[in-house]
Each structure stands twice: as structure tokens, then as C-alpha cells.
């Protein structure tokens, strides 16, 4: 069975950083692209960022971009989510997800992912 765990999330202060990882199991890293979701309680889960299965090219949400950074290793099988500058409204509970075989990356779209870690709870305070 395809499994991810996230760790790394916290409570920081506003303008602090935190690096989130998602380590996968099951599937053949290497070849699939990854994404990162979150959700604030009674909100829609919505996308962060998406980086291909080479680690060349990403894709982020308007929201963070220029503040968070998505990388990978594929030797290690991790994808991180580094996390500068964070605001109130980043809190949130963030998940990895790895996408489905044979699906033409980018997707932004929850569809487009099979198997979801459990998240991480990233709470950042003023």
C-alpha cells in the first residue's frame, strides 16, 4: 500500500519559517510528480504547490508564492515544503500527496492525487 507521512509542522510566530517533509512508500518516487495541500477548519482544502518527478519545475498557489518552496529528494524519497515569511492565514493542516500514474503534471487539482499522507498541523501566531 502506497503510504506518506508528513512531519515538521509547529507553532511559529508571524514572519517565522518551518520546513515541512512527506516521506512516501509504496511507489516508485522517482516517477511521480508530488503535491502540497492544506485546510483551515471549516474551509476547503486547497492547493499549495505541485513539483514534477524530476524536481526541475514547480508550480505554486498565488498565495505563497515567493515565500514557500517545494524541493524534493528523490534518494531519500522526501518532498519538503519550505515555509518563509508565514502569516496568520497560513495556519493550517498541510498534506502531501503523490499523483496519479500516468497523469500529465502540473494539477492543481485534488483529483489529480491518489494517496494522501495524514498531515501536519501548522499553526502560526501574532
Known amino acids: 500500500q502506497v503510504q506518506l507521512v508528513e512531519s515538521g509542522g509547529g507553532l511559529v510566530q508571524a514572519g517565522g519559517s518551518l520546513r515541512l517533509s512527506c516521506v512516501v512508500s509504496?511507489?516508485?518516487?522517482?516517477?511521480?510528480?508530488m503535491g502540497w495541500f492544506r485546510q483551515a477548519p471549516g474551509k476547503e482544502r486547497e492547493f499549495v504547490a505541485t513539483?514534477?518527478?524530476?524536481?526541475?519545475?514547480?508550480v505554486y498557489a498565488d498565495s505563497v508564492k515567493g515565500r514557500f518552496t517545494i524541493s524534493r529528494d528523490n534518494a531519500k524519497i522526501t518532498v519538503y515544503l519550505q515555509m518563509n515569511s508565514l502569516k496568520t492565514e497560513d495556519t493550517a493542516l498541510y498534506y502531501c500527496?503523490?499523483?496519479?500514474?500516468?497523469?500529465?503534471?502540473?494539477?492543481?487539482?485534488?483529483?489529480?492525487?491518489?494517496?494522501w499522507g495524514q498531515g501536519t498541523q501548522v499553526t502560526v501566531s501574532s
Open positions: 509504496g511507489r516508485t518516487f522517482s516517477t511521480y510528480g
Open positions: 500527496a503523490i499523483m496519479k500514474p500516468r497523469t500529465i503534471w502540473p494539477r492543481r487539482d485534488e483529483t489529480a492525487y491518489d494517496y
Open positions: 513539483i514534477n518527478r524530476n524536481g526541475d519545475n514547480t
